[in-house]
């Protein structure tokens, strides 16, 4: 009786439950307490966030957030371009210094190099000559590699070396990288004056070389000479040696917004220690807060205090919370962002990418301009000043220190001498109180929703936004921003309950979801985006098995990639040919492959096509002319099956649908599959990076340049990189290295194409398809184009619906345009015109 009740009870109280979660999940009439539905964009995430610091954070929730507060030097645009944002313009100097060849006098070197470079040269110096000198470690080195005696045979005669400093550089332009990189320097100059630009060089190179026994010589002559050149270079003067310079002008009056605060405005000070912010304190007075500043000091410490109010304020000044206006953004803050950044102390899980960072140079004339100096010609680091940049007055050492002393974290607190105290180790960057209530730069702001509680957001529940009032550009169409918490296990069905209840405005669709939505376009726009993202199945090409090409490409004829697309993802993806994201430029949309026809009508011909057909008869041919028989059904060289030991992770998702479909081809081939399944961890270190697999199912998403050395590069196998296919050409390896050099944008996308043909052409993946990341957004939204300017120079603004051919055509994703959209009561009426105007 007990098993009929249950049967009778369980599904009725599994109604129950499914039921109240309707009823708890917020809907219209609940999401907004703060003025109307109408002033704000409601959105949902899958978890809390907790550091709005975002060069310490490493979680998405954090950046979801803290994406809103801060901005870059320069940024991505809605076409995945470069440009200046918080620089008002950039421009990349190019200083190269040059040993003055033998021959030739410094003048004339001068006047040859201006002859040949023009308008370009700003800027001509002669240094002190370089002392040539081997040290005792570079001593060692040559001695090992049998170069000692040529080497310090040429120093003997060439004891200094004569130094020129060439500076390069173009005239700004607004809204514009621009580059005066000069990276084939020595090929123009030797052009020009019709003979190697160091003769005296290549000859004792040459020397050295007929003088190096055979079982010392590695590479060509050609690559030994220019190995010689370097170690020459190690003496103290290199023959060229290359900085670019990036020279930033910033947009003047940008400015901090600290808060929020709930104290009286006459009572919060910003207060001041030797010309440097430390801090706000409460106080009933100017003389208070100073007080309350020099008790935070060392005793006997001499130092120049004031406090000031804040001048311009918005919010509620009354009972708070408000915000004011805090210091304006210079150059200062900039240094002391990537300065941060490259000290190990502060934290950052980034700080490799900015250790290329030699120098940041101000200038006391101009506290808007600033440079960065790095060490080497590599034009992706332009994307690394995208990064956000945090205030000053925050972050500098006075400022944190005096934190650590209010938190009872001061030298004296922890009995350390001054001399030897450091803050950012005393108090950690991510427990500073900028993780929970930070200064802003950006369009909005946290608005609190526990009073003066941290953190002040709704844990579990809701993030509200609200718009900065001081912000620098074009301010938000609405004032505020819901983001829900949602449970992540119920994330998106609860979600989509709000969602068409009308609660929230955008919800990310699945796969399997998006064709009802389509079919509902008189209320939902539906927008596709390409997130930068690929699937594959790769091969390990280091396996006897998999080193002929034509076995790569026969296994992935076998494979019915349309299939997938079909009935894996819904149609929901993009077909691609090729190493790279089809959203952005260095994938090539126009590769072909070419394939000779070895079996069928076509046998015999050679057609380019865009990508390798569904043809099991042509891999079987394939397969039998790399030297495989069949014999009873499988396939057999010099006596081994052809065996594949296929990897891929545990779940049910598009992978692991994609690795059975082809695991049944293969088999149906001849081909012994061995498929195994991996929880993640052990997948990734087990078998991935340890190269320890035949084919495994994986793809690559993020990273927006074109650098993919870490994927493709012969050296970057594991541990020191992510080429565990084992991909190996030195032709791609010499692009990659070409590329990095290059600052000028079309021959970077012509070089990334060659690139991407090159490693698409050796089949080291089946690449499969880029997914689609598909927004639904309520018809309510509209966005609100800037059409013109009116008598008094304002923007004027009219309705477009977000269908707009500027907004499809855009790759990058829809949270661009999130600050221009907003909510209209009824459903606007847009024409077919409306979205092309």
Same mark, same amino acid.
């Given at each position: 009786?007990?098993?009929?009740?249950?049967?009778?009870?369980?599904?009725?109280?599994?109604?129950?439950?499914?039921?109240?979660?309707?009823?708890?999940?917020?809907?219209?009439?609940?999401?907004?307490?703060?003025?109307?539905?109408?002033?704000?964009?409601?959105?949902?995430?899958?978890?809390?966030?907790?550091?709005?610091?975002?060069?310490?954070?490493?979680?998405?929730?954090?950046?979801?957030?803290?994406?809103?507060?801060?901005?870059?030097?320069?940024?991505?645009?809605?076409?995945?371009?470069?440009?200046?944002?918080?620089?008002?313009?950039?421009?990349?100097?190019?200083?190269?210094?040059?040993?003055?060849? /033998?021959?030739?006098?410094?003048?004339?070197?001068?006047?040859?190099?201006?002859?040949?470079? #023009?308008?370009?040269?700003?800027?001509?110096?002669?240094?002190?000559?370089?002392?040539?000198?081997?040290?005792?470690?570079?001593?060692?080195?040559?001695?090992?590699?049998?170069?000692?005696?040529?080497?310090?045979?040429?120093?003997?005669?060439?004891?200094? /070396?004569?130094?020129?400093?060439?500076?390069?550089?173009?005239?700004?332009?607004?809204?514009?990288?621009?580059?005066?990189?000069?990276?084939?320097?020595?090929?123009?100059?030797?052009?020009?004056?019709?003979?190697?630009?160091?003769?005296?060089?290549?000859?004792?190179?040459?020397?050295?070389?007929?003088?190096?026994?055979?079982?010392?010589?590695?590479?060509?002559?050609?690559?030994?000479?220019?190995?010689?050149?370097?170690?020459?270079?190690?003496?103290?003067?290199?023959?060229?040696?290359?900085?670019?310079?990036?020279?930033?002008?910033?947009?003047?009056?940008?400015?901090?917004?600290?808060?929020?605060?709930?104290?009286?405005?006459?009572?919060?000070?910003?207060?001041?220690?030797?010309?440097?912010?430390?801090?706000?304190?409460?106080?009933?007075?100017?003389?208070?807060?100073?007080?309350?500043?020099?008790?935070?000091?060392?005793?006997?410490?001499?130092?120049?205090?004031?406090?000031?109010?804040?001048?311009?304020?918005?919010?509620?000044?009354?009972? #708070?919370?408000?915000?004011?206006?805090?210091?304006?953004?210079?150059?200062?803050?900039?240094?002391?962002?990537?300065?941060?950044?490259?000290?190990?102390?502060?934290?950052?899980?980034?700080?490799?990418?900015?250790?290329?960072?030699?120098?940041?140079?101000?200038?006391?004339?101009?506290?808007?301009?600033?440079?960065?100096?790095?060490?080497?010609?590599?034009?992706?680091?332009?994307?690394?000043?995208?990064?956000?940049?945090?205030?000053?007055?925050?972050?500098?050492?006075?400022?944190?220190?005096?934190?650590?002393?209010?938190?009872?974290?001061?030298?004296?607190?922890?009995?350390?001498?001054?001399?030897?105290?450091?803050?950012?180790?005393?108090?950690?960057?991510?427990?500073?109180?900028?993780?929970?209530?930070?200064?802003?730069?950006?369009?909005?702001?946290?608005?609190?929703?526990?009073?003066?509680?941290?953190?002040?957001?709704?844990?579990?529940?809701?993030?509200?936004?609200?718009?900065?009032?001081?912000?620098?550009?074009?301010?938000?169409?609405?004032?505020?921003?819901?983001?829900?918490?949602?449970?992540?296990?119920?994330?998106?069905?609860?979600?989509?309950?709000?969602?068409?209840?009308?609660?929230?405005?955008?919800?990310?669709?699945?796969?399997?979801?998006?064709?009802?939505?389509?079919?509902?376009?008189?209320?939902?726009?539906?927008?596709?985006?390409?997130?930068?993202?690929?699937?594959?199945?790769?091969?390990?090409?280091?396996?006897?098995?998999?080193?002929?090409?034509?076995?790569?490409?026969?296994?992935?004829?076998?494979?019915?990639?349309?299939?997938?697309?079909?009935?894996?993802?819904?149609?929901?993806?993009?077909?691609?040919?090729?190493?790279?994201?089809?959203?952005?430029?260095?994938?090539?949309?126009?590769?072909?492959?070419?394939?000779?026809?070895?079996?069928?009508? $076509?046998?015999?011909?050679?057609?380019?096509?865009?990508?390798?057909?569904?043809?099991?008869?042509?891999? $079987?041919?394939?397969?039998?002319?790399?030297?495989?028989?069949?014999?009873?059904? $499988?396939?057999?060289?010099? #006596?081994?099956?052809?065996?594949?030991?296929?990897?891929?992770?545990?779940?049910?998702?598009?992978?692991?649908?994609?690795?059975?479909?082809? $695991?049944?081809?293969?088999?149906?081939?001849?081909?012994?599959?061995?498929?195994?399944?991996?929880?993640?961890?052990?997948?990734?270190?087990?078998?991935?990076?340890?190269?320890?697999?035949?084919?495994?199912?994986?793809?690559?998403?993020?990273?927006?340049?074109?650098?993919?050395?870490?994927?493709?590069?012969?050296?970057?196998?594991?541990?020191?990189?992510?080429?565990?296919? #084992?991909?190996?050409?030195?032709?791609?390896?010499?692009?990659?290295?070409?590329?990095?050099?290059?600052?000028?944008?079309?021959?970077?996308?012509?070089?990334?194409?060659?690139?991407?043909?090159?490693?698409?052409?050796?089949?080291?993946?089946?690449?499969?398809?880029?997914?689609?990341?598909?927004?639904?957004?309520?018809?309510?939204?509209?966005?609100?184009?800037?059409?013109?300017?009116?008598?008094?120079?304002?923007?004027?603004?009219?309705?477009?619906?977000?269908?707009?051919?500027?907004?499809?055509?855009?790759?990058?994703?829809?949270?661009?345009?999130?600050?221009?959209?907003?909510?209209?009561?009824?459903?606007?009426?847009?024409?077919?015109?409306?979205?092309?105007?």
């Amino acid at each position: 009786m007990w098993i009929k009740r249950s049967l009778m009870i369980v599904p009725v109280a599994l109604f129950a439950f499914l039921a109240q979660s309707v009823f708890w999940v917020p809907g219209t009439a609940s999401v907004s307490n703060n003025e109307s539905r109408l002033n704000r964009i409601i959105l949902y995430m899958g978890g809390n966030p907790e550091d709005m610091n975002p060069w310490t954070s490493t979680k998405t929730t954090d950046s979801t957030i803290s994406d809103y507060f801060f901005e870059g030097v320069i940024r991505y645009n809605n076409m995945y371009e470069l440009e200046p944002w918080l620089a008002d313009t950039v421009v990349v100097r190019h200083e190269l210094t040059t040993i003055v060849p /033998a021959g030739m006098s410094p003048e004339q070197y001068e006047a040859a190099v201006r002859e040949e470079f #023009g308008g370009l040269v700003a800027e001509v110096k002669f240094i002190d000559d370089k002392k040539l000198a081997v040290s005792d470690d570079l001593a060692k080195e040559v001695k090992e590699a049998g170069i000692d005696r040529p080497l310090r045979s040429y120093i003997e005669t060439h004891s200094t /070396a004569k130094m020129m400093l060439v500076t390069f550089a173009s005239k700004p332009v607004k809204g514009k990288i621009v580059s005066a990189v000069q990276p084939d320097f020595r090929a123009r100059m030797e052009a020009r004056l019709g003979h190697d630009l160091y003769p005296d060089i290549k000859s004792a190179a040459e020397a050295a070389w007929s003088e190096l026994p055979e079982d010392k010589r590695k590479g060509s002559a050609d690559d030994f000479r220019e190995q010689f050149e370097g170690v020459i270079g190690q003496t103290g003067a290199p023959t060229i040696e290359h900085h670019p310079v990036v020279d930033c002008v910033l947009h003047k009056g940008i400015y901090w917004t600290d808060g929020p605060f709930f104290s009286a405005p006459e009572k919060t000070w910003q207060t001041i220690v030797d010309g440097d912010e430390a801090g706000n304190v409460v106080a009933d007075s100017r003389e208070e807060a100073i007080r309350i500043i020099r008790e935070r000091l060392e005793p006997g410490e001499s130092a120049k205090v004031d406090a000031i109010n804040y001048e311009k304020r918005f919010g509620d000044e009354s009972n #708070g919370p408000w915000w004011g206006r805090g210091p304006e953004l210079g150059s200062r803050d900039v240094k002391l962002n990537f300065e941060h950044l490259k000290n190990a102390d502060y934290g950052s899980p980034r700080r490799s990418s900015y250790l290329s960072i030699l120098d940041i140079r101000q200038f006391n004339e101009d506290r808007y301009r600033f440079q960065f100096v790095l060490d080497e010609l590599y034009s992706p680091a332009l994307a690394d000043l995208s990064g956000a940049i945090l205030p000053y007055h925050v972050w500098n050492l006075k400022a944190w220190e005096h934190e650590a002393v209010r938190r009872g974290l001061g030298p004296k607190d922890m009995g350390i001498d001054r001399a030897n105290y450091n803050p950012m180790r005393a108090l950690r960057s991510r427990d500073r109180d900028f993780a929970l209530a930070p200064s802003y730069l950006g369009s909005m702001l946290l608005e609190p929703m526990n009073g003066d509680s941290k953190p002040y957001w709704e844990n579990n529940l809701r993030v509200r936004l609200r718009r900065n009032e001081f912000y620098w550009n074009r301010k938000t169409e609405y004032e505020f921003v819901d983001w829900f918490v949602f449970d992540p296990a119920l994330g998106s069905e609860t979600s989509e309950v709000v969602f068409l209840g009308g609660g929230m405005d955008i919800y990310s669709a699945k796969d399997y979801q998006v064709q009802r939505y389509e079919e509902m376009e008189d209320k939902y726009y539906v927008i596709k985006r390409q997130p930068t993202q690929y699937e594959y199945i790769g091969f390990n090409m280091t396996r006897e098995q998999l080193k002929d090409k034509r076995v790569r490409m026969a296994l992935s004829m076998a494979i019915n990639v349309d299939d997938i697309l079909k009935y894996v993802v819904f149609e929901q993806g993009q077909r691609v040919s090729g190493p790279g994201y089809p959203v952005l430029p260095w994938y090539n949309p126009e590769y072909r492959i070419e394939h000779t026809w070895r079996t069928g009508p $076509k046998k015999g011909q050679t057609e380019k096509m865009a990508f390798l057909p569904f043809d099991m008869d042509e891999a $079987k041919a394939l397969l039998l002319e790399a030297g495989y028989r069949e014999q009873g059904g $499988k396939l057999f060289k010099d #006596g081994q099956p052809l065996k594949l030991q296929f990897i891929n992770t545990t779940g049910q998702g598009s992978r692991q649908k994609s690795a059975v479909l082809a $695991k049944e081809r293969w088999e149906q081939l001849g081909v012994e599959v061995d498929y195994k399944m991996y929880e993640w961890n052990d997948y990734i270190q087990r078998f991935i990076m340890a190269m320890n697999f035949d084919v495994c199912v994986l793809g690559w998403s993020g990273g927006l340049d074109f650098d993919k050395r870490q994927l493709w590069g012969s050296e970057f196998t594991p541990p020191n990189g992510l080429n565990f296919v #084992g991909y190996n050409n030195p032709e791609v390896d010499e692009m990659m290295d070409k590329i990095l050099k290059v600052y000028d944008y079309d021959e970077q996308v012509k070089l990334s194409h060659e690139i991407f043909d090159k490693i698409a052409s050796d089949f080291p993946y089946i690449f499969l398809f880029s997914p689609y990341t598909t927004t639904i957004a309520d018809r309510h939204l509209v966005w609100r184009k800037e059409v013109g300017k009116d008598a008094e120079g304002k923007p004027i603004y009219e309705d477009r619906p977000l269908d707009h051919d500027y907004i499809k055509d855009s790759r990058a994703s829809w949270r661009f345009f999130e600050p221009e959209l907003i909510r209209r009561e009824e459903i606007p009426e847009f024409t077919d015109e409306d979205k092309r105007r």
